[in-house]
């Protein structure tokens, strides 16, 4: 367990694109899912992608589907989420977590106990 850092927010103007990295630990160190989340002042964490460790599935959030993608390296213990298309809607802090004991993945910001510092991403012109 542990803190996970995130690394490679910045800002971009619209259409740009960014990676936003995050180590886990060794096959998500007993992790069941890792996801990113994204969170504006004043307003509620939000679900963005996530993975299934045990079986590599991804999941995402309707306003992503077609633009991010989660990936997980397990060589390197790294999880990325790699933006395209960025619109000044995606500009919020983004988190990345880790979940030990669901069955079933979700994006429930609830379900993850494991949290890290998040990585500031501004979308304008």
């Known amino acids: 367990q542990g803190r996970l850092p995130e690394s490679g927010g910045a800002s971009v103007q619209p259409g740009g694109s960014l990676r936003l990295s995050c180590g886990v630990d060794g096959q998500g160190a007993g992790s069941k899912c890792i996801a990113w989340f994204r969170q504006v002042a004043g307003k509620e964490r939000e679900g963005v992608a996530g993975?299934?460790?045990?079986?590599?599935?991804?999941y995402y959030h309707n306003s992503v589907k077609g633009r991010f993608t989660i990936t997980l390296d397990r060589a390197k213990n790294m999880m990325y989420l790699e933006m395209n298309n960025l619109k000044p809607e995606d500009t919020a802090m983004y988190y990345c977590?880790?979940?030990?004991?669901?069955?079933?993945?979700?994006?429930?910001?609830?379900?993850?106990?494991?949290w890290g510092p998040g990585s500031q991403v501004t979308v304008s012109s």
């Open positions: 993975i299934t460790v045990r079986n590599g599935g991804t």
């Open positions: 977590a880790r979940d030990y004991f669901s069955g079933l993945c979700t994006l429930l910001p609830d379900r993850y106990q494991d």
